[in-house]
């Protein structure tokens, strides 16, 4: 009887050992898919923020000549001949 008792006992921590890694296995696929998205995410962001900065540089480099220069004949302004 005592040995059934153990055998039994054995099986019952055997099954919720199995359920428990089953469970596991879950979690850390679930989390997996969350970690892609995630990444997925943000390196869409930062293609995003690359071309933002890649614009600000571009209106920087504008503004000079705008400050300087006539906008319908593109001739340089009384401004630029004071500098």
Do not use: F, W
């Amino acid at each position: 009887m005592h040995i059934e008792r153990l055998y039994l006992g054995l099986q019952q921590k055997s099954r919720e050992c199995q359920r428990a890694t089953e469970a596991l296995h879950k979690a850390h696929e679930e989390l997996e898919v969350r970690v892609d998205e995630r990444t997925s995410e943000l390196q869409t962001n930062n293609t995003r923020l690359a071309l933002e900065v890649v614009d600000r540089k571009q209106a920087e480099e504008r503004i000079p000549h705008m400050a300087h220069h006539d906008i319908l004949t593109g001739l340089p302004n009384r401004a630029l001949l004071k500098v």
